[in-house]
């Protein structure tokens, strides 16, 4: 199946060019991929049955049926509606808990779907949801589909595999881990009481692609380079269809894939918007990664991070998405194995950034933490579009480093 349009979404700045590509694997009896591209609600999403149980079909489309009823609730517009006209740090909040509680919403129900047809083993589906409002991709993952920002200066993986390793210990997967090491799924929609879901959110502009895939589509390229320039051809449907297409020469498996380009600005919001960045430019332009930076610059910068969220009481890890990563701090505390705590503008595995992996145990949250997340590779791809940035990144690195190895 191809599909194509170009569309205005309510709530959101740019036009957007949607493709979606979805095809049946060779050695499936049925289709156990599904879609959903939904512009009216600003809604995209991808989910895999599980093959090795049943009705893995039933599980993506009821899964994906949930969300869109979920997404098109009076709940939903309110929450959006007010992120729209004051995006402050609360209401961005509160958008990530909605898309969070929308996914709990569809674990329940495909549960409830296993219960009324008797299927003891459960049924279950990997899901990723994308919801555009105003400038901002807010993400939903579950699972080991994926998605990935492609720009012109990067290919980001956005979303980090729920998955286990051949060994059983849980693992992350590297981009070019295909499907075939991997044994089971970690976690996914319809199995176990609870679910365990991944939000984030990300910045867009003009000439990005999101693209959301199956395993069915990422197994089969050899990294992202080649994935993303794969994303970049022709317009979105092209493209989407690229995808499926040359992934189909290698995966047996289901193929879905959906590109979404970010076309022209047609709304411009106000200067004196209280816009949420507004509130992170001190901890960032005061972080040890970027101490000096004009702010344009640092923004440079920014294009290759995410924003996340780790709860209280949990590790931050130096690994996710299959790289080592960096943070920056803009709210929260964390408290250090030796004793110290920092709070925002705090530059945590700075040496995540020069493939050096950190010693001691991992900081643990001591409150909420909101950061930015800076992966190793794509700090580096960065770095090598601009030279003049890099040289910039790479002093405040080594200045950073010294004063650590001098304290």
């Known amino acids: 199946m191809l599909g194509s349009s170009m569309v205005v979404i309510p709530r959101f700045g740019f036009r957007i ?20 591209s939904v512009p009216e609600l600003g809604v995209f999403a991808v989910a895999d ?12 489309q009821t899964a994906l049926d949930e969300v869109r009823v979920a997404m098109a609730s009076d709940t ?19 958008m990530l808990e909605r898309l969070r509680r929308v996914v709990e919403r569809a674990h329940s129900r495909v549960r409830d779907v296993a219960a009324e047809r008797g299927i ?17 991709v807010f993400i939903a993952h579950v699972g080991d589909s994926r998605a990935y920002i492609v720009r012109t200066s990067a ?20 981009p070019s881990t295909t499907r075939r090491q991997i044994t089971t799924l970690v976690h996914a929609v319809g199995i176990g009481e609870q679910v365990h879901v991944d ?52 995966s047996f498996d289901d193929r879905t894939a ?50 996340v969220e780790v709860e209280q009481g949990q590790c931050v890890p130096h690994r996710a998405t299959g790289d080592r990563v960096a ?37 643990i949250c001591e409150e909420r933490v909101r950061a930015v997340r800076i992966r190793r590779d794509d700090f580096r791809e960065i770095c090598l579009s601009d030279p003049i940035l890099a040289a910039d990144l790479y002093r405040c690195l080594a200045e950073h480093l010294g004063r650590r190895l001098g304290r």
């Not at 599980?50 to 599980?59: H, I, R, T």
């Open 17 to 36: 060019h949607v493709g979606v590509a979805c095809e049946q694997g060779a050695r499936r009896a049925q289709l156990q991929d599904a879609f959903m």
């Open 49 to 60: 049955g599980m093959g090795g149980l049943q009705a893995g079909d039933v599980a993506a």
């Open 76 to 94: 939903t517009h309110r929450i959006a509606e007010r992120y729209f006209e004051q995006p402050d740090l609360d209401s961005r909040r509160r």
């Open 120 to 136: 003891a083993d459960g049924i279950g589906t990997t899901l990723d949801v994308a919801w555009l409002v105003r400038d901002e």
């Open 155 to 174: 290919v980001l993986q956005l979303t980090e595999d729920h998955a286990c390793s051949t060994t059983g210990r849980f693992a992350i997967a590297e």
């Open 199 to 250: 939000t984030l959110l990300l910045d867009l502009r003009r000439g990005d692609r999101l693209v959301l895939v199956t395993d069915g589509v990422w197994a089969a390229y050899d990294d992202e380079l080649a994935l993303g320039q794969t994303s970049r051809q022709g317009d979105a449907s092209h493209a989407a269809g690229e995808l499926v297409k040359l992934a189909k020469r290698i």
């Open 258 to 307: 959906v590109v979404i380009e970010i076309g022209q600005r047609f709304v411009r919001h106000s200067t004196n918007d209280s816009d949420a960045m507004a509130h992170d430019i001190a901890p960032l332009t005061e972080s040890a990664l970027f101490s000096g930076m004009a702010w344009p610059r640092i923004l440079v910068a920014l294009s290759v991070a995410v924003y």
């Open 327 to 363: 943070y920056v701090v803009l709210e929260g505390l964390v408290k250090l194995a030796d004793g110290r705590r920092l709070g925002s503008g705090a530059t945590l595995f700075a040496e995540c950034l020069v493939g050096c992996d950190p010693t001691g145990e991992a900081p």
